[in-house]
């Protein structure tokens, strides 16, 4: 479980000691029985359905997590070109980038909106949090992007640069009990369970806003688990949080005591923004309505982790990548990452290696899909039963407020300082249609909404006692970027497409030409990064040029050949699982109504019509 992962601040986990037996075996808890703070209200059926476990074969029939090995704490960034030429190392190189960063402040000229909902921006932060860990945090130095930096050296950046994460799409950011976790960790992984009902995971519910809520879902449960609701119930103390290491304990507790709203999840950074924090809440309800079905703990977590891989390949890919990438890399299986995998074998299996040059680059192209604002719900955006009046929408900046760092900060709610108000709860048909305004993804381009050119959810680091105060937080979300990949040492996109091209894997991959990388900003071309151009820019410029409605060819393979090949080279997911002889898919699981998108999955919890 990772405590501290918000922007700006460093990750925090306490010792490692060995993971306890599992408190609840598979078939043990209440099946059938209601749950106050987890059940919809309605009466769940079994629908036609198999149990999971009856029907997969072999070594994939399970990934449970306490059968991993535990002889490496972290998982493996990796170069996939460990020899392709990066940036011009140069202060005109360092100053391009800067004025780069300033340039992509600007809005999108003409329609920026995409044929994308908006959902998809929020599943795939999700998807980042769930693989990925630390590339922007100081380690060593090597994140260090303010002043005059230079390109580290690759070895050092592979050697001292880990991911906390495993690197696979298991989800073990929703469950929060990997291995290698200190006690209060795997304390708290425990109360995520619901004490009675053991199968299940335990949700929040939602305080009184005095102004009602929307009415999906038709139950309270609507908000995550919180600190405040276990210190009241005594599971955990005042004097146990005292007694935590202080690098821990300020997590949890800070000038005005317990952080009450502090989000008791996988990981932190779920409950950063409100939308991923309704999407974590979503992921919750789908487990425990796998539970309401009739299986234990194991089962209904294989099938979560099932769709959502599923969910992942078959719906995120094809939605945000080309098309014909997306179909080439599913039905080769993705060798690219295999190539990269047998280059880079993990010492743990579960632990897959990470190629840099998508966590640091390629997966960033949702920066560009963020919008400023929201129509998020009746009372914060397009009014109801017909209406084209347009209410206040949610803003960026209240996304941040509504949640555990934001202190939910309505002075409606009954205890303002713990649970999240009825009035914010997401309405999901809002973000599943691309429709306008406000109802649809930005563009993939080359140019970020307003407010994450000054990100207000980023705080200054705190001066050590007698050191003098450290340099403030940069808060330019596109300087951050660029300087960071400059600074870890990334590729340049021309020399990545030569390697990959190199390969023959696949169908060659164009390449913009520097007429078309520059276009508008001659200053690339003069510091040479029209022919040099960094990745994350690329990615974005890339798509920009073929509409901004998904990724170019290039950042189609960075991102369809990495998460396909997580899926694929792991024997426990759900491509290596076989129902009589098939491939395990959403259809076979519930044939009549399969959980085949996330709307689909929404309906399926309850949370859309």
Known sequence: MLFSLSHGTRIVQDAAVPHPADPAPRGAGLRGRTAVLENPAVTMTRLDLRPLVAVMDGAARTRSVHARSMETAAGAFRYLFRDAPGLPESAE??????????????????????????????????????????????????????????????????????????????????????????????????????????????????????????????????????????????????????????????????????????????????????????????????????????????????????????????????????????????????????????????????????????????????????RGGYDHNRFFGRAVAGSAQLLPFATFTQLFEFTGSGGMPSPLTADPKT?????????????????????????????????LDDMINQRDPEPEPGQPAPAPVMKRLAMRNLRRGYRLNMPSAQSLIAAINATGLYRPIPVLTPAQVAEGRDFLTA??????????????????????????????????????????NDPASYWNARIDGHRWSPHLFRPSEPIDSLKAMLRFTGLLT
Not at 431 to 440: D, G, I, K, N
């Open 93 to 370: 190189t360092l100053a391009a980038l800067d004025q780069l960063a300033e340039s992509m402040a600007t809005e999108t000229p003409g329609d920026g909106d995409a044929a994308i909902p908006p959902i998809y921006t929020y599943f795939g932060q999700f998807i980042d949090h769930d693989i990925t860990a630390n590339t922007d945090r100081e380690v060593s130095g090597l994140s260090e992007i303010r002043g005059d930096i230079a390109p580290a050296d690759r070895t050092r950046v592979e050697q001292e640069l880990d991911n906390l994460r495993d690197g696979s799409l298991g989800l073990d950011s929703l469950y929060g009990d990997s291995p290698d976790q200190g006690d209060f960790a795997l304390k708290l992984a425990r109360l995520m369970r619901h004490p009675t009902f053991t199968d299940k995971m335990r949700l929040g519910v939602t305080a009184d806003s005095g102004g009602g809520r929307p009415p999906l879902p038709a139950d309270p449960a609507a908000d995550l688990l919180r600190l405040g609701f276990l210190m009241d119930r005594g599971d955990i103390t005042q004097a146990e949080l005292d007694a935590l290491d202080p690098a821990l304990r300020e997590n949890f507790v800070n000038e005005n005591g317990p952080i009450r709203t502090r989000a008791i999840i996988g990981d932190g950074r779920n409950d950063e923004n409100l939308l991923v924090a309704q999407l974590h809440v979503a992921f919750l309800r789908l487990h425990n309505r796998f539970v309401d079905l009739g299986n234990g703990f194991q089962g209904a977590r294989d099938l979560t982790r099932f769709h959502y891989q599923w969910l992942v390949l078959n719906d995120f890919l094809p939605t945000i990548c080309a098309n014909d990438v997306v179909d080439e890399v599913l039905a080769t299986g993705a060798p690219l990452y295999a190539e990269f995998l047998a280059a880079n074998p993990p010492a743990d299996p579960v632990k897959m290696p990470m190629p840099l040059e998508f966590s640091v680059a390629g997966f960033r192209f949702g920066h560009s899909m963020v």
């Open 527 to 568: 510091a040479g990064l029209d022919a040099a151009t960094p990745l994350w820019f690329y990615v974005l410029r890339e798509a920009e040029a073929v509409g901004g409605h998904h990724l170019g060819a290039l950042g189609s393979h960075l991102v369809a050949n990495t998460l396909t090949g997580l899926v694929v």
């Open 419 to 451: 649970s999240l108000p009825g009035n914010w709860v997401i309405e999901w048909e809002r973000f599943v249609h691309a429709e306008t305004p406000l109802r649809s993804a930005r563009r993939i381009d080359t140019h970020l909404a307003p407010p």
